[in-house]
């Protein structure tokens, strides 16, 4: 019996199996969580539900969180299925890809600071408000997806580093907002992994190699280290925690320089 069991998520933003939020799915649904996902559009829809089905989901629902009629859908309909919610997984964001490249102030138009903050930080408050009817007196969990660019300047995350740094802050209302009604509100800023969305960032191979070179751990996080923290949160194990953002980034977010890597020689007198 895992520690999830008993537990119903609705997982919003699967694209592909190299998705993080599948691999939240994953974790979720090897410690017993019972699971719901959401798709933005037909297309989507032939990845997910295959994905959904693998493991033994019967509900996978159309949701653009840009629609509030389809939000407000999905949650009637969750609500008609399953009538209570404990977990919800947010793990959307988009900005236009020509915004994503150059220089901040040429690329960075209103209107791809519009769509992305809208995509990407506004939508976390919707599911929120879907959310909490359903998870009223249930210790609910809801998590977001977040990066280091929310923080620190990244060369070509431009536009989505302020969507995250508003991601962040919402994440910090929210639980202060719902935090009286048992609900609590976390993020996880993943080191980078090679995903559908990662891949229209410029330079990630460069990114990946250097992350690997430079944090802790040296190496590379994966779906499952990302999904492993996603299910802790999720789980009684973190009934203590809201407001936070955890960083599961090997240590990266830790290093303040990084020097080329020595011989391993020991120095000498």
Do not use: C
């Amino acid at each position: 019996m895992g520690f999830l069991t008993g537990k119903r998520a609705l997982v919003v933003g699967v694209a592909t199996e190299r998705s993080i939020a599948w691999g939240i799915a994953q974790a979720l649904h090897r410690e017993g969580a019972e699971l719901a996902f959401s798709y933005a559009n037909d297309k989507f829809k032939e990845r997910v539900v295959p994905l959904a089905e693998s493991l033994g989901s019967r509900i996978t629902l159309p949701l653009d969180v840009t629609v509030d009629s389809e939000i407000d859908a999905a949650f009637a309909s969750l609500k008609q299925d399953w009538g209570t919610l404990d977990i919800l997984v947010h793990a959307v964001a988009f900005a236009p890809r020509e915004a994503l490249m150059g220089a901040f102030v040429d690329s960075t138009s209103r209107e791809a600071f519009r769509i992305a903050h809208d995509v990407s930080s506004y939508s976390l408050t919707a599911l929120a408000r879907g959310a909490a009817p359903l998870m009223a007196g249930r210790a609910g969990s809801i998590i977001t997806l977040s990066y280091l660019g929310a923080v620190k300047s990244i060369t070509n995350y431009n536009v989505m580093g302020l969507a995250k740094a508003s991601l962040e802050a919402n994440v910090r209302f929210l639980a202060a907002d719902l935090g009286p009604r048992g609900i609590r509100v976390n993020g996880i800023s993943a080191g980078p992994i090679k995903t559908l969305a990662s891949a229209g960032v410029p330079g990630l191979r460069k990114m990946l190699a250097r992350v690997a070179e430079v944090a802790p751990l040296k190496r590379n996080i994966t779906l499952e280290d990302v999904g492993n923290a996603g299910a802790f949160l999720a789980s009684d194990l973190a009934s203590g925690i809201t407001g936070e953002i955890l960083y599961v980034d090997g240590g990266f977010s830790t290093v303040g320089m990084s020097l080329a890597q020595d011989d391993g020689a020991p120095p000498t007198a």
